[in-house]
T-cell receptor, first 112, second 117 residues
Framework: KQEVTQIPAALSVPEGENLVLNCSFT??????LQWFRQDPGKGLTSLLL?????REQTSGRLNASLDKSSGRSTLYIAASQPGDSATYLC???????????FGGGTRLMVKP | EAGVAQSPRYKIIEKRQSVAFWCNPI?????LYWYQQILGQGPKLLIQ????????DSQLPKDRFSAERLKGVDSTLKIQPAKLEDSAVYLC???????????????FGQGTRLTVV
């Protein structure tokens, strides 16, 4: 059974700081990994999708990396802003199943 | 492009009552998912459809939950009878094809927040 873990569960940083969110998964037969953002009371917004053959993806101030051998992905947020405050979720798709297995999320607060 | 639509946004019911949620996926998306998200946790898959057929319902509590996707487009998720522990956000998602296709993403609706009292 796949397990996805996100540490820390919550993070508070001052505005302007660069930060890294961590995601680890137990199953090396990963097909792809997707990072999502969730605002309070809202659905999930897709941020980045990394195929297993890729090492990283970038979108604006966001950079996501994938290391299959160590079972880890990181989401790097540069020059954080108060508008980045949200819960960030990672989810993997395994080669055996067409579904997303989610981590518990990291709740990020960026203080002005 | 219109996103995944869900209704209602909020629902409060008493335990043992029944409730139904509706989802309209992005046009042309073959795969539809229902997830349950309990407060403070990540979403958990309940059921997955490919067109109008069930692909995976292994985590659906079938004694009280049911779902259908008639004509391979809209879907409804029903709970009967509801329990207190069913209080959660129910998220619908869709993808164009199987997520194991290159560069295929899942897109989520806003969710339905269910409170069972």
């Amino acid at each position: 059974k796949q397990e996805v873990t996100q540490i820390p569960a919550a993070l508070s940083v001052p505005e302007g700081e660069n930060l890294v969110l961590n995601c680890s998964f137990t199953d090396s037969a990963i097909y792809n990994l997707q990072w999502f953002r969730q605002d309070p009371g809202k659905g999930l917004t897709s941020l980045l999708l990394i195929q297993s053959s890729q090492r990283e993806q970038t979108s604006g101030r966001l950079n996501a990396s994938l290391d299959k051998s160590s079972g880890r992905s990181t989401l790097y947020i540069a020059a954080s802003q108060p508008g980045d405050s949200a819960t960030y979720l990672c989810a993997e798709t395994n080669n055996a199943g067409n579904m997303l297995t989610f981590g518990g999320g990291t709740r990020l607060m960026v203080k002005p | 492009e219109a996103g995944v639509a869900q209704s209602p946004r909020y629902k409060i019911i008493e335990k043992r009552q029944s409730v139904a949620f509706w989802c309209n996926p992005i046009s042309g998306h073959a795969t539809l998912y229902w997830y349950q998200q309990i407060l403070g946790q990540g979403p958990k898959l309940l059921i997955q459809f490919q067109n109008n057929g069930v692909v995976d319902d292994s985590q659906l509590p079938k004694d009280r939950f049911s779902a259908e996707r008639l004509k391979g487009v809209d879907s409804t998720l029903k709970i009967q009878p509801a329990k207190l522990e069913d209080s959660a956000v129910y998220l619908c998602a869709s993808s164009l094809v199987d997520l194991r296709h290159l560069n295929t993403e899942a897109f989520f609706g806003q969710g339905t927040r269910l409170t069972v009292v």
